[in-house]
């Protein structure tokens, strides 16, 4: 069974800098590459961040600008995502998503950029 559990969401100031984590279980983490997706109200779902099944190549939604990093660890069967200088506008549900078979999503953690 295929699990994708999101962490680390919550309230920042703009500014402010958070960092999620996605656990992965149920297959061979290391043989696929993962994504970090997200969805503010009222808007469609947007790629924010893909790495590569080894880590080493990584790819990020134009509105990211350098803020943010995405790692995997296959050790740890984990990808994390590290936001910095984080905007309001950055505020949405953000997703983990596995492409392996038909794909499989997190439920999601909140980002709330705020002041």
């Known amino acids: 069974q295929v699990q994708v559990v999101e962490s680390g969401g919550g309230l920042v100031q703009p500014g402010g800098s958070l960092r999620l984590s996605c656990a992965v279980s149920?297959?061979?983490?290391?043989?696929?590459?993962m994504s970090w997706y997200r969805q503010a109200p009222g808007k469609e779902r947007e790629l924010v961040a893909g790495?590569?099944?080894?880590?080493?190549?990584?790819m990020y939604g134009d509105f990211v600008q350098g803020r943010f990093t995405i790692s995997k660890d296959n050790a740890r069967n984990t990808v994390a995502l590290q936001m910095r200088s984080l905007k309001v506008e950055d505020t949405a549900i953000y997703y983990c998503?596995?492409?392996?078979?038909?794909?499989?999503w997190g439920q999601g953690t909140q980002v709330t950029v705020s002041s």
């Open positions: 998503y596995s492409p392996y078979r038909t794909g499989y």
């Open positions: 149920g297959y061979d983490f290391s043989s696929l590459g």
């Open positions: 790495i590569t099944r080894t880590g080493e190549n990584a």
